[in-house]
């Protein structure tokens, strides 16, 4: 599983442009990494391209951390 | 009304990226017209373009990652990225990058584009049909609208004045120019960053361009000779790419911090043809008018103009209307004018043309010297009775300098620089 948790955050530091040292698991992606509500949407995108996963706006919308990313995707991937 | 002058210069061009290193290759004589490699042409009746040479950046290549990073790069099409980087070349040469407070309320932007991201729609556009839309990026459509250049100039220097647009097909650049100085002399600024940019080249611009039989494709084995204005070969116009971005500022405020003066932005005149799709009107009447208000804004005549951009895209009918309207309009002056098209060297930059070109005009007065009109080996033989620069520049008295844009639609505009006293 921590494979996922690596997935995840190969894909924060390419997207928003941060450096790896700063994508830590309590890292919110508005507050401690500088995205927008645009990159967040983005971001969300590109996790389900990554997991073939489909996140429901509803659940979007509570994916505000890098560890939220995770949780969400070790749920729902089979 | 408030004078305006030119106090800052930036270019990306088919010849290089730099104002100094586009303008030494364009006195050269140098082409920036290659075979396209970049995709496929192998259906497609032209096969050539005056691209954009990239690079690390150096030898005056374009290396998009000194202008924007590369993570807001991945977010808009090209032409934001030709506008970002001959901004920051024109704001950096005007030495206005860290205006006040104050000064920055002051402060405007108005970039044009006359097609805008065509190839980040062509892309989604594929995208959408084949994944459907929840694959369509949110940064799809802030990275294709043409004002987001002028969005996000203002955005990276805090410039908060008027922030416009214009969309003018291949007047574009020249129109965003005269539409900035006008903010200006109205003193709804003091400094505006002005110019056009564009990024069209790829499949689909080609395509519509070639269907629309406007284009050049008789010169596949020698690329560089393909755009030839005047010229009893030509064949159609060569589709260019690139940004000329000018920093524009009221006279007094420009004096008095000691900035360098390009020249004077004296008379602007727009006109419509209302005649044809892409067609001029064949008595040339909508560019003679455009000049005409153009004159009458400066309160010059034609003898004051020492040398003519020509808007001289190399297309069979329209290169012979311009030189009619010209000769009409410049009488007994015409024996004294230089007139040239440096799109025989790069090409046709659409909606960046005549910004692009008032900035070569701009040199032109600098350095008193006017740019060639390269391959112009056989005149036509309606244009006869006004210097054309053949193949080689030439240096003469220019003290003023008229610069011709035309556009589909019919629409047209007209600039006018003076060395400022």
Redesign the interface.
Known sequence: MSDIAERVKKIVVEHLGVEEEKVVETASFIDDLGADSLDQVELVMAFEEEFGVEIPDSAAEKILTVKDAIDFIKENVA | MRRVVITGLGLVTPLACGVEETWSRLLDGQSGIRPITSFDVSDLSTKYAANVPRGDGSDGTFNPDQWM???EQRKVDDFIVYAMAASVQAIKDAGWESPSAEEALRTGVLIGSGIGGLNGIYDASILLAEKGP??I???FI?GRLINLASGQVSIRYGFKGPNHSVVTACSTGAHAIGDAARLIALDDADVMVAGGTEAALGRLGIAGFAAARALSSGFTDEPHKASRPWDRDRDGFVMGEGAGIVVLEEYEHAKARGATIYGEVKGYGLSGDAYHITSPSEDGDGGYRAMQAAFKRAGMQPSDIDYVNAHGTSTPAGDEIEFGAVKRMFGNAAASVSMSSTKSSIGHLLGAAGSVEAIFCALAMRDQVAPATLNLDNPSDNVSGIDLVPHTPKRREIRAVLSNSFGFGGTNASLILAQAD
């Open positions: 990073e590369p993570k929840r694959r990026s949110p940064f802030p």
